[in-house]
């Protein structure tokens, strides 16, 4: 008995080993795997940089070289010179505030009306018939098109520009939600059926909940848009944004400003587009998507 004892001790303490040793393995594949995703995302960083660094001094040098005119083409000289110009006046700031007060209005409102009719779109079937043809026509239509007519129908302004960023946007956004909303699954909305749920219920616990990837995949295109929409309309109807300074950098040909506010507006853009990136990574955290 003593003896069976013992190689059974034994027996157990070589398995603790065993799954000691699996266990320290996997940690160290997990550290490895996480060491090497670093090293990814950081190589990645690092080639970006450099490519950016690298664009910068090509254009420079090929404009203290007159192999492009710096006149017409600016280089990155000119265009920090203009920049801290501009700064000192106090006027690049308001600009830009301005641009980006109505694009985040714009966007917000581009959010709420395209879930609003994506919703109304997937209670009634009918309804949803009725106006896709609409819908398709519209998003396919040149927003800069109804531009003109907004100015005469709005006046200039705010008012008119934010609506310019909607219009852009929300057509094609409607469009994506309610695919979206008709791609859920459909077993689950019959269980909620099933249990004695109403359509509500249905909507509120199956359909929004798993449709979330795609709201926020939209959201980051919709943001990207509203931009260009309230650009197109600070063109025809501002007198302040960066649009603006487009506009009038272009006709008293200064076109260091004109640069300056497309690299401005380029540098928000990737800002949105980071943002909107940030708040979907956390709600994936949360939400475990």
Not at 252 to 267: G, K, P, R
């Amino acid at each position: 008995m003593k003896q069976n004892l013992q190689i059974k001790e034994k027996a157990d303490s070589v398995k603790a080993d065993s799954g000691k040793k699996q266990s320290g393995q996997e940690l160290t594949r997990q550290e490895q795997f996480v060491k090497n995703h670093r090293r990814h995302h950081h190589e990645i960083a690092s080639w970006r940089t450099i490519l950016f660094l690298l664009f910068l001094a090509i254009w420079e040098i090929s404009a203290d070289l007159k192999l492009i005119d710096s006149f017409f083409f600016s280089s990155p000289g000119r265009v920090a010179k203009n920049f801290a110009e501009q700064l000192k006046h106090n006027s690049l700031l308001s600009h830009i505030g301005v641009t980006l007060f109505e694009t985040l209005l714009s966007f917000l409102l581009v959010v709420l009306l395209s879930l609003l009719v994506s919703t109304l779109l997937w209670y009634s079937a009918k309804l949803s018939e009725i106006l896709e043809p609409y819908l398709v026509v519209l998003n396919s239509l040149p927003k800069s098109a109804l531009a003109p007519l907004f100015i005469v129908w709005l006046g200039t302004g705010t008012r008119t520009i934010i609506v310019a960023g909607i219009s852009v946007a929300v057509f094609g956004s409607i469009i994506s939600l309610y695919t979206g909303f008709q791609q859920v699954d459909a077993e689950k909305i019959t269980l909620i059926y099933t249990l004695g749920g109403s359509r509500r219920d249905a909507f509120s616990k199956v359909v929004l909940p798993g449709s979330v990837p795609t709201l926020l995949s939209t959201a980051k295109v919709n943001i990207g848009l509203a931009l260009v929409g309230v650009i197109i309309g600070e063109f025809l109807a501002a007198r302040r944004g960066l649009g603006y300074l487009i506009i009038y950098g272009s006709q008293v040909f200064q076109l260091d400003m004109v640069i300056t506010s497309i690299i401005i507006l380029c540098v928000i853009a990737l800002g949105f587009y980071k943002s909107v990136q940030i708040i979907e990574h956390q709600i994936k955290i949360r939400f475990k998507l």
